[in-house]
């Protein structure tokens, strides 16, 4: 992920997608940290206020399996397109 990227954001816990985001700064990386040692300053575009009220990540073709133990994961268009479609439809 690079500056100017748009993302999905995702409560693992609830497994439930809850936001978009602009990627608004450059990737950090701090080698101290054996996980999660990348980090990266966001933008929220759209959130859900309420994780009780986000969709769940399954429903946007997204596996929960394909999530645990990274940071982040690359989406296919479809995949990031129906979570931007879910997201939204969960802030109204």
């Known amino acids: 992920m690079q500056r100017g990227d748009r993302a999905i954001l995702y409560a693992s816990v609830w497994q439930a997608i809850f936001g978009v985001a602009d990627v608004a700064g450059d990737p950090e990386h ?43 994961i690359r989406l296919t268009d479809e995949q990031f397109d129906s979570a931007c479609k879910l997201i939204e439809a969960a802030t109204k």
């Open 30 to 72: 701090d080698p101290a940290l054996n996980r999660w040692s990348w980090r990266y300053a966001i933008r929220p575009v759209s959130v859900v206020t309420d994780l009780n009220d986000a969709p769940p990540v399954e429903a946007a073709g997204i596996f929960p399996q394909s999530l645990w133990r990274h940071s982040h």
